[in-house]
């Protein structure tokens, strides 16, 4: 197992008597890339500043490269903020520099990376502009280069996907990628389960402040049950052919004569086992569907079976 | 201690490339230079005016007006203020007011040394039996009354000698009552009965802490508003907590108040600079010779002055930039802020009022206990400075006042602290002055 970049030890923070975040635990690893999931007001955002030592804990402990987050610790870190801007009237290049030199970068270097960086980002034309005068796409690029640009070890993305179109989406995910092979740690928080299954080594799944699962994909995806969709054309009822091989989750005569199973399968029991029954039961098939588990679906059944919520308040909440 | 610099440096570098600070590095000597050059402007820029006297007593009253006239024109030689260039007294083009009426309108012109001119006013002047006298002022304008207040005291002066002389009292003696007055001496009890006596200046010290009292308050105030107006911008903008990943809360707020503090620094430099180099310009011309710029220098620069006013300022600034960066971190914009603004502007103005008071009783008791309180403190114990307050007074205010400062920026931490995260704003504050400490449902 490699080092313990972050860990979080029973943490609890309560805001005007509502709990934000209750009795939560879970590390992040060197050189892993670590998802932190969870409906809007999960409490993401407040775990996430008291990893930094912005927020202090009312119980629980917090630990940051083996000790308290103490000031001189955020100079290994990058944090891209949920709340974000940029001083507007300042130009590119000078905020770049701005945040490089509070993170210890020297003036010289802090700008010839900066405009590597704006290069890299296919921003180097506006280095010498106001940020006033970049779309909103373009301000979140220099926040992420503001945030990259003093090389962390650790690096912390508080809903970075959010307000980026889906071609600066998938390109945040490369640079995000790039850095974890370069070494760095990466946390990330965010609603959106599709980019932490595409990205994450770890997940953490968190719901009103609390975790409900700890671990790989794979192992998450484990948790939900593997699906069938079948829709058959027959005289008979088939449930008792189908019964045996798992949950009949939904059953119901189509408009055009055909009828839909959904069939969550059972232990040991596998699609093929599904379909060797319907050809050794002579049924007519139209449509035969192994579905795949997303992790979206993973998270409702996670939180259903931790029986801590009603199932349509997650419902609602999982995006 | 690198965060607060580059924080401090920042903040120096986009407050100084604003057109508002620039505005305020003009305003003192701007203002300054409208104080003394527009009265000076309005009195050089009244055009002459040409007046008539119609005496219709049989030229007692007019000989009178024109002796008066002749007076003050010596007077003018002497450089002493009068009104004789600008009241010019011309022979009517007529006596009747009908046919004077065109010229008091405009219509027709009277002839002057300097050409044809409007006529200002025409002036009857009557005498009854009795010796009373009646004048008749004629003029359009309503609001100028300084030649109807001349001839008037003229006149007056003219009845009282002659009562004076009709009960044998000779004009010579007349005049020689009228030059009587008596000498003053003002003397110190403070000191020996050889150097008792008080020059004026040995006011100039107490002038000049008002001054400086009302400099270091503009100075505070347009600073801290400087602060609140950036600091709403800067929440507005969701930057706080770009910075809260590289620096902590503290660091923000005092780099921040440095910042600024470099800014006033940087104002207070360029107005005392400016006004050293004009009082010296001053001195090379003949017409300010007279003037004390001598003492006020030494008096601005008295070390009894100088190092409590450094102090004061520090503190009062610390004090005031603290509250208005935490109203700044609890508003997204200035009209939330409008609301917590109101009470504090008014705490401000008080001293203002104040200081004017302190510079005559400076041991009123309003100005004493006014001076324990600490938001005022900074102000008005450097009016009362000069003037020798209690020591009780100086060090009691002085420790209460630095509590003060210390409890006020630890609050004001707070406060910015939990703004800087949205955990705050106005309703909160408006929430704990809510009366019997009724909360909003649910």
Not at chain 1, 257 to 274: F, P, S, T
């Amino acid at each position: 197992m490699s080092e313990i970049i972050l860990s979080l030890a029973g943490v609890s923070k309560t805001f005007n008597g509502k709990a934000a975040v209750s009795d939560l635990s879970f590390d992040v690893r060197r050189g892993k890339i670590t998802g932190f999931l969870g409906p809007n007001g999960a409490g993401k955002s407040t775990s996430l500043r008291m990893a930094l030592g912005i927020l202090t804990p009312d119980s629980g402990q917090v630990s940051l490269f083996g000790g308290r987050p103490r000031a001189s610790a955020l100079e290994r870190v990058g944090f891209l903020p949920e709340e974000r801007g940029l001083y507007r009237k300042m130009k590119v290049i000078d905020v770049i520099i701005f945040f490089a030199r509070l993170k210890g970068v020297a003036p010289i270097e802090a700008r010839r990376r900066g405009l590597a960086m704006l290069d890299e980002f296919g921003l180097g034309d506006v280095a010498e502009s106001k940020v006033k005068t970049l779309s909103k796409g373009m301000a979140q690029k220099i926040q992420i280069i503001a945030t990259l640009i003093h090389d962390p070890e650790f690096i912390i993305l508080d809903e970075p996907f959010s307000g980026l179109d889906p071609v600066n989406q998938k390109a945040l995910e490369r640079i995000v990628r790039a850095r974890a092979e370069a070494g760095a740690t990466i946390l990330f928080s965010t609603h959106v389960m599709e980019h932490a299954e595409r990205l994450c080594d770890q997940i953490v799944l968190v719901a009103r402040g609390r975790k409900v699962f700890d671990g790989t994909v794979e192992e998450a995806l484990g948790h939900v049950p593997r699906r069938v969709v079948l829709e058959t054309v027959s005289e008979t009822d088939l449930t008792p052919v189908f019964a045996p091989l798992g949950e009949i989750a939904e059953s119901r005569a189509n408009a055009d004569g055909a009828h839909h199973w959904m069939i969550n399968l059972g232990r040991g029991v596998e699609a093929q086992d599904v379909l060797k029954a319907c050809v050794d039961g002579n049924i007519k098939l139209l449509r035969f569907e192994p579905a795949r588990a997303h992790l979206h679906d993973a998270f409702v059944h996670l939180v259903e079976t931790s029986g801590q919520f009603s199932n349509e308040k997650l419902e609602g909440e999982a995006v | 201690m690198r965060a607060i610099y580059l924080i401090a440096r920042r903040e120096y570098l986009s407050y100084v490339a604003t057109w508002g600070f620039w505005l305020s590095l003009a305003s003192m000597p701007m203002f300054m230079a409208l104080g003394f050059g527009l009265p000076i402007l309005i009195e050089n820029s009244q055009p002459v005016r040409y007046y008539a006297v119609i005496d219709e007593s049989g030229g007692a009253l007019e000989a009178a007006i024109t002796a008066q006239a002749e007076t003050a024109t010596d007077a003018a030689a002497s450089d002493a203020p009068a009104s004789a260039d600008k009241y010019i007294r011309v022979h009517p083009p007529a006596t009747d007011i009908e046919a004077l009426r065109p010229f008091l309108l405009g219509e027709q012109k009277v002839e002057t040394d300097d050409g044809p001119q409007p006529l200002f006013a025409a002036i009857y002047l009557r005498q009854d039996a009795t010796g009373g006298v009646e004048i008749e002022y004629w003029s359009t304008n309503l609001t100028d009354g300084e030649l109807r207040a001349d001839i008037r005291r003229t006149l007056s002066e003219y009845m009282q000698l002659n009562r004076l002389i009709e009960n044998g009292v000779s004009p010579e003696l007349v005049a020689e009552a009228g030059a009587l007055a008596p000498t003053v001496r003002e003397l110190n009890p403070e000191r020996s009965v050889d150097t008792a006596e008080v020059t004026s200046a040995e006011r100039l010290p107490i002038i000049v802490a008002i001054g400086v009292a009302f400099g270091l308050w503009i100075v505070i105030f347009s600073v801290v508003n400087m602060l609140l107006t950036a600091m709403i911008e800067e929440k507005g903008n969701k930057v706080l907590e770009m910075m809260l990943a590289s620096s902590r809360h503290h660091e923000i707020l005092t780099g921040k108040l440095l910042g600024v503090a470099l800014v006033s620094t940087t104002l207070l430099l360029v107005w005392g600079g400016l006004a050293a180099t004009v009082g010296l310009g001053l001195q090379q011309l003949p017409f300010a010779a007279g003037l004390p710029l001598g003492e006020i220098m030494a008096a601005v620069l008295d070390p009894g002055l100088i190092f409590p006013a450094i102090g004061y300022f520090i503190i009062g600034y610390l004090m005031y930039g603290a509250i208005f960066l935490a109203i700044g971190s609890l508003c997204e914009t200035l009209q939330d802020a409008q609301t917590l603004m109101s009470p504090m502007m008014l705490i401000m103005m008080v001293p203002l009022f104040l200081v004017m008071v302190a510079a005559d009783s400076p041991d009123s008791p309003i100005i004493v206990i006014a001076s324990w309180v600490p938001l005022w403190t900074p102000f008005i114990m450097l009016a009362r400075l000069p003037q020798d307050p209690a020591l009780f007074d100086i060090i009691g205010t002085t420790l209460v006042m630095v509590a003060t400062a210390a409890g006020v920026i630890w609050g004001a931490g707070v406060m910015f602290r939990m703004g800087a995260l949205n955990q705050a704003n106005q309703d909160t504050v408006k929430g704990w002055f809510r009366l019997g400490g009724k909360r909003k449902p649910g």
